[in-house]
């Protein structure tokens, strides 16, 4: 069965800098892979994702120029490099594939 495990989240200051990951089983890992998050008191928001090889990458424009998603096949990790964050990047941030999710990790953004 698909199962995907975040972790990397916490607190940060604005401005600096959090990776998460996302250790994926179950599946071939040759799928398109996801990050999306929900802030509190919001409804889900795609973040980025990424082809099976890795050469495809797209980002919300809310985050463009500031994350970076990525994946190692031979580990089937996902991962999320969030630079420059601002408080509205607090959120509970999701790993996502095929129909399955995560339990997610919180990431929490200070002034």
């Known amino acids: 069965q698909v199962q995907l495990v975040e972790s990397g989240g916490g607190l940060v200051q604005t401005g600096g800098s959090l990776t998460l990951s996302c250790a994926a089983s179950g599946f071939k890992f040759t799928y398109w892979m996801y990050w999306v998050r929900q802030a509190p008191g919001k409804g889900p928001e795609w973040v980025s994702g990424?082809?099976?090889?890795?050469?495809?990458?797209l980002y919300a424009d809310s985050v463009k120029g500031r994350f970076t998603i990525s994946r190692d096949n031979a580990k089937n990790m996902l991962y999320l490099q969030m630079n420059s964050l601002k408080s509205e990047d607090t959120a509970i941030y999701y790993c996502h594939a095929l129909d399955s999710w995560g339990q997610g990790t919180q990431v929490t953004v200070s002034a």
């Open positions: 990424i082809n099976g090889d890795g050469s495809i990458k």
